[in-house]
């Protein structure tokens, strides 16, 4: 059993930075592959990125591609997912997911995850 908890979200201007952290509980979170995926008002849930248990591969949605960074830290049991150049659509509940085992290294569907932090909101005004 893994418990994800998000922090790091709030209101930000267009152009702006966050980052948003995710912390794991359990000894095994190093072996788990982790995303990030948002739920913008009215819409469906969606794959931001995705970072394998090592780190070693990391995969984005392209709309994110240049602006947002994922990262681990095993040590920390913590997922990182820095989001620069932030812009209105932007907007959404974001949120982290841990997947046991993924069909490649990485996951990137929501069926493929099997625990789901609470979501932090990021609101970006333009």
């Known amino acids: 059993q893994v418990q994800l908890v998000e922090s790091g979200g709030g209101l930000v201007q267009a152009g702006g930075s966050l980052r948003l952290s995710c912390a794991a509980s359990?000894?095994?979170?190093?072996?788990?592959?982790m995303g990030w995926f948002r739920q913008a008002p009215g819409k469906e849930r969606e794959f931001v990125a995705a970072?394998?248990?090592?780190?070693?591969?990391?995969y984005y949605a392209d709309f994110v591609k240049g602006r947002f960074t994922i990262s681990r830290d095993n040590a920390k049991n913590t997922v990182y997912l820095q989001m620069n150049s932030l812009n209105a659509e932007d907007t959404a509940v974001y949120y982290c997911?841990?997947?046991?085992?993924?069909?490649?290294?990485?996951?990137?569907?929501?069926?493929?995850?099997?625990?789901w932090g609470q979501g932090t909101q990021v609101p970006v005004s333009s």
């Open positions: 970072i394998s248990w090592s780190g070693g591969s990391i």
């Open positions: 997911a841990a997947s046991r085992d993924p069909p490649s290294a990485i996951a990137t569907m929501l069926d493929e995850y099997d625990y």
């Open positions: 359990g000894r095994t979170f190093s072996s788990y592959a």
